[in-house]
């Protein structure tokens, strides 16, 4: 499993905004500048967050977008799943995929099937509040 940019910009994005004061709109200009994202990329992501609902956006001066719910509520794995469309580590355990012939003898699916839960129970433990307060138990350093 590897999340694209549009995952982890969508995340990027949803901090952002749970850092800023939640009863106003931020403009997407503001956004792209302090996530050095693209405008129009970040419009698109925008768009995807807005129809599902994660955010409420406002058109024309004095718009933008701002979350339409506490920061805790909005699971790391909830984004995800909306912005790559599947967590799945292997493609036999993505979204829509079909049943594969050798499932019945496969000595590694109940491996994979382990893996996806661990990896969805994880992420779908870390909230934007999480992220956004660096509250997680991390050693590792970059």
């Known amino acids: 499993m590897m999340i694209s940019t549009k995952g982890r910009y969508a995340l990027r994005v949803m901090i952002d905004l749970s850092e800023h004061d939640q009863s106003k709109y931020i403009p997407l200009k503001g956004?792209?500048?302090?996530?050095?994202?693209?405008?129009?990329?970040?419009?698109?992501?925008?768009?995807?967050?807005?129809?599902?609902?994660?955010?409420?956006?406002?058109?024309?001066?004095?718009?933008g977008y701002k979350l339409n719910r506490s920061p805790e509520q909005y699971s790391v794995a909830s984004i995800l799943k909306l912005t790559e469309g599947t967590l799945a580590p292997v493609?036999?355990?993505?979204?829509?995929?079909?049943?594969?012939?050798?499932?019945?003898?496969?000595?590694?699916?109940?491996?994979?099937?382990?893996?996806?839960?661990?990896?969805?129970?994880?992420?779908?433990?870390?909230?934007?509040?999480?992220?956004a307060k660096n509250n997680l138990n991390c050693d590792y350093v970059i």
């Open 31 to 63: 956004i792209a500048e302090r996530q050095k994202i693209s405008s129009k990329y970040l419009e698109s992501i925008m768009t995807v967050l807005s129809k599902a609902d994660f955010v409420d956006a406002l058109h024309g001066k004095g718009g």
């Open 91 to 131: 493609a036999c355990l993505g979204q829509g995929a079909k049943k594969c012939d050798q499932s019945a003898n496969c000595k590694t699916l109940p491996m994979w099937i382990e893996l996806d839960r661990i990896i969805d129970n994880y992420l779908e433990g870390v909230t934007i509040g999480d992220l």
